[in-house]
């Protein structure tokens, strides 16, 4: 009941401020995300910032989900649309560009892959996974302009603040380039989400909680937060097979979740809480495709605990 649940940005048992509760509260009704594959590449694959791409990524550049490349976006994105109205009749849509980094390229490609979309009345917001280093001014101010028609979330590839993580993963780029990207979107209509994952090599709790507490600074609307996936024909997981290294239990990822979350404000979204990684070539850690149990975990650990989404900042 929600006279036991002290999170002001909640209407059930949530202590935390779900996506979904954005969502509802914005648009009015069930808004489903639609992931497709726009053809780019990355900066860090293609000898621009590093070869091989994050040590973590599939060679489907994290679009496991995603329509086929090999078909127009639209054909793509009608496709994604009829499956998700399936479940959801009523439903209003994100497109989300999620394979690789959507803004590696040039402004005309971009255009190409956007502007389909904004001017369709089921369309309420459109989601482009990328990264910081690939957000020049002009393709910023591009974007900013399209906020006129839609809601434009820009979706950053962080991962960890940590320097030496980012060489650990060959992310390509300095967590002060983030910072400086993201300073310079805050000027914009544009909605900025933080990717970060917990678990990568090197990391202990500590370093995890500092990514948090970081990330907590920057001018940002919302966070995704999942459990490193090992996945079958990447790097990360050829080091796994060579050399382990130690991965959190679903008990400590749990506690860790809670954690961290007391230490971001209130009003940022959570978008997720889990990953989706395809359970065909998942290596470890297998509890994380129990999705629904880590997610309640997570509920009931906050209620025993008395706590919630920003207690231990300012705003607590």
């Known amino acids: 009941m929600k006279c036991a649940n002290p999170f002001p940005f909640s209407e059930d048992n949530k202590r935390y ?18 992931p497709l594959d726009g053809g780019f590449t990355c900066p860090n694959r293609d000898g621009t910032r590093g070869y091989g791409g ?8 994290s679009g496991e989900f995603a329509g ?20 959801w009749p009523d439903a209003d849509f994100i497109p989300y560009f999620q394979a690789y980094t959507n803004t590696y390229g040039p402004l005309s490609k971009i255009q190409a892959c956007v502007k389909p979309f904004l001017d369709r009345p089921e369309v309420a917001a459109i989601a482009i996974a990328t990264r910081a280093d690939c957000l020049e001014p002009e393709k ?37 380039e983030v910072v400086e990207t993201v300073q310079r979107l805050a000027l914009t209509p544009l909605k900025i989400c933080v990717h970060l994952i917990d678990g990568l090599p090197g990391e202990d709790e500590e370093m995890m909680l500092e990514t948090v507490r970081q990330i907590n600074l920057l001018p940002i ?8 996936h090992l996945m079958r024909d990447t790097q990360l997981a050829r080091r796994y ?17 809670v954690r961290q979350l007391e230490l971001l404000r209130p009003e940022i979204i959570i978008q997720r809480l889990t990953g989706d990684g395809a359970s065909d070539a998942l290596i470890a850690p297998q509890w994380t495709l129990k999705k629904t149990i880590v997610l ?5 650990l906050m209620a025993r605990e008395k706590t919630w989404q920003g207690k231990r900042t300012a705003h607590g």
């Open 17 to 34: 401020h779900t996506w979904n509760y954005y969502l509802r509260h914005r648009f009015g009704k069930k808004i489903a995300k639609v």
């Open 54 to 61: 994050c040590t973590f990524c599939t060679s489907s550049g």
């Open 68 to 87: 086929d490349r090999a078909e127009p976006l639209l054909d793509q994105y009608i496709k994604g649309q009829a499956v998700m109205r399936h479940k």
């Open 140 to 176: 910023i101010a591009w974007l900013a302009s399209c906020c006129a028609s839609k809601e434009i979330w820009l979706e950053l590839g962080v991962q960890s603040v940590h320097d030496a993580t980012a060489l650990t993963i060959n992310r390509g780029h300095s967590y002060a």
């Open 221 to 228: 609307h919302a966070v995704k937060l999942h459990m490193l």
């Open 241 to 257: 097979a060579e050399q382990p290294f130690p991965l959190l239990s679903r008990e400590e990822y749990v506690g860790l979740v």
């Open 296 to 300: 309640n975990e997570i509920d009931k």
